[in-house]
């Protein structure tokens, strides 16, 4: 699948905040500046009406960027799309539940489920380590289209086995407002932010990877982009 419409990697250079802060982050980092760009957007077959195998569409973005709000105000409008639940060997969050949020797997547990083949994908992040249950995700296409969303070695996992994927990278407006939007969770100790905003860094040097790349400045204005992008607005 071809991402169209929105902001896309590779087109002619905009003036645009957002992306303008993600072009000068790569400066920055000292990664060669190939902002992702925009430009009208354009109908997409919907992610709904595509065979089986391409009904695949991974959201990737660093750790607090807000893509677990999104994706929730994007499962309201759609109900149809299916969220796949990922393990972890994190412990939960106040608030999450074990089969909703993630399945809550010890690493042993985990560790026998990557031997067994159990895993579409999987990663450590942060210390801890995440997976994508195969079965469930191909059990789910067959019915509809299935979201992912994981972090940036699983979404690379992702693009061997469903090359067809949409791949979308959520970005913050600034490197400053993710840390104060981890920061304001209040749930990770000093270390795991310095983890996690470490791994940030990585993560947005990384944008130019996927089909697409949308800013999560505004809430609503990034949810009809996604729906955009999807074929869904
Ligand atoms: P958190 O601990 O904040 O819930 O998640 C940390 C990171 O792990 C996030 O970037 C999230 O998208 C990612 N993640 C969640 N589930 C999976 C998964 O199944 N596979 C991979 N590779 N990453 C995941």
Redesign the pocket.
């Known amino acids: 699948m071809q991402a169209q419409g929105c902001f896309r990697l590779g087109d002619p250079w905009p003036p645009n905040g957002g992306l303008l802060w993600l072009a000068l982050l790569r400066l920055h980092l000292g990664i060669s500046p190939a902002p992702p760009l925009l430009c009208d957007p354009v109908p997409t077959p919907s992610m709904t009406s595509q065979p089986s195998r391409d009904r695949v569409a991974v959201i990737t973005g660093p ?1 607090g960027v807000g ?1 677990g709000t999104l994706v929730r105000r994007l499962l309201e409008r759609h109900p149809e799309i299916w969220l796949s639940v ?1 393990a ?1 060997t ?1 412990s939960p969050r106040q608030g999450e539940q074990d089969g909703r949020d993630y399945f809550f797997r010890s690493r042993q547990d985990f560790e026998q489920c990557i031997a067994d083949g159990d895993f579409l ?3 450590e ?1 942060a210390g801890n380590l ?3 249950p195969r079965q469930s995700v191909e059990r789910n296409l067959e019915q509809g289209p299935v979201l992912l ?3 940036l ?2 979404a690379r996992q992702v693009r061997q086995s469903f090359p067809a994927a949409l791949q979308i990278f959520l970005a913050p407006p600034s490197f400053e407002e993710l840390e104060r939007r981890i920061r304001s969770r209040g749930t990770d100790s000093e270390a795991a932010i310095a983890r996690r905003l470490e791994r940030a860094r990585e993560e947005l040097a990384a944008a130019s990877e996927f089909d697409a790349v949308l800013v999560n400045g505004d809430l609503e204005e990034a949810l009809g982009q996604l729906e955009r992008l999807l074929g869904l607005a």
């Open positions: 750790s893509k990922s972890t994190r994908e999987w990663a992040f995440y997976g994508t969303e994981i972090e070695e699983g």
